[in-house]
């Protein structure tokens, strides 16, 4: 009875051995032909097993975080470069020329405005774009035209900046006087303000480009080019010592150095009142005494700067163009600056030197 007993158990355990082994050979077919069973086998687990399978996804999961990191780090991502933009100067090399007084600028001409003396060369012929020193001609022709100053223009889609898509304040619509427009355009370089001066020139804008040219060439200024009254063109180009040449004469005018010297202006826009600024700093230090400016700054150009000052005793016309960095056409005219007042021979008036050495003055016009 004992034995029959043992062999009935064993047969029994042979049976369920069987039958735990065909389970776990079945499994796995039956877990990839029906998914939906998963569940179930896993309730079927029991709290014993939970602790184990909880441990075994957290260190799945890291694992996934980390082969994620490793991948990214093997392959950065891709960034795309834009170099910047050259300058007309930097392209034809004019920064590999140096200078004593290590300037910025490409191109430099500093010259003494009564005796025409040139203190300062570099590149002073090359022909450049001028960007907004553009709207100093621009300003020369609305104030030598004897136009109502107190009449009102309205800008137009006509002057939106579709050259450089340049953002202005002075919205489509917009109403200010001729001589508020001419402010804007002189003192912060407000580029629809210049075009709606041109636009509204009798004869309309191509005309007024025809007197824009027609004066350079009366000045002999034989360099220099004008296609529009802003500067966004980078067709608008001229050379350092026609530059002078207009500094000079625009000087002349009451208008312009008042204008151009202005630190700061406020217009009535509609409802709003709109702050506008001087473009350059300087004109706000009083260790400076500037009579006329401009400033102009497009890719093509660089930073530009015109300025007529007096220095030392000595009223100079100073010319920076093509200049690199956005402070840098201010710090030229610093150096210049000091490099004037520590030379005592600089302050000499130019006839005495002229006379003891048999020298003749350059003249602006060649």
Request: net charge positive; glycine share 6%.
């Amino acid at each position: 009875m004992h034995h029959r007993h043992r062999a009935a158990v064993n047969r029994f355990l042979q049976l369920l051995g069987f039958v735990v082994v065909s389970t776990a050979l079945v499994a796995p077919v039956a877990h990839a032909v029906d998914r939906s069973k998963a569940p179930i086998k896993k309730q079927q687990a029991g709290t014993a097993n939970a602790k184990r399978v909880a441990p075994a996804r957290k260190v799945a999961a890291n694992t996934r975080t980390v082969r994620i990191t490793a991948k990214t780090a093997k392959v950065p991502t891709r960034v795309a470069f834009v170099p910047a933009k050259q300058s007309f100067g930097q392209i034809a090399g004019l920064h590999e020329v140096s200078d004593p007084l290590d300037l910025k600028s490409s191109v430099a001409l500093v010259i003494d405005q009564d005796t025409h003396e040139v203190l300062l060369s570099k590149n002073d012929q090359a022909v450049l774009p001028i960007a907004s020193l553009t709207k100093l001609m621009t300003g020369v022709i609305i104030s030598q035209a004897k136009l109502p100053m107190d009449e009102p223009i309205t800008i137009t889609q006509d002057d939106v900046d579709t050259e450089k898509g340049s953002r202005s304040r002075l919205m489509v619509g917009s109403t200010l006087t001729r001589g508020e427009m001419l402010h804007l355009a002189l003192m912060s370089s407000e580029n629809r303000a210049a075009h709606a001066l041109g636009r509204t020139y009798p004869g309309g804008l191509e005309a007024f480009v025809v007197q824009m040219n027609a004066k350079a060439r009366l000045l002999g200024m034989t360099d220099t080019r004008y296609v529009e009254p802003t500067g966004l063109s980078s067709r608008n180009q001229s050379s350092a010592r026609d530059l002078a040449t207009l500094v000079n004469v625009a000087h002349g005018d009451p208008l312009l150095r008042e204008l151009s010297t202005s630190p700061g202006y406020e217009v009535a826009v509609g409802p709003r009142t709109l702050q506008y600024n001087n473009t350059n700093g300087l004109v706000k230090n009083p260790t400076w005494d500037i009579g006329l400016q401009k400033t102009g700054y497009i890719s093509e150009a660089g930073r530009c700067l015109v300025m007529q000052t007096q220095i030392a005793g000595r009223k100079l016309i100073m010319v920076f163009l093509d200049s690199a960095g956005k402070f840098s056409r201010l710090g030229d005219a610093e150096r210049v600056r000091h490099w004037v007042e520590s030379m005592p021979a600089l302050a000499v008036p130019l006839q005495a030197r002229a006379v003891a050495n048999g020298a003749q003055p350059s003249t602006f016009a060649r």
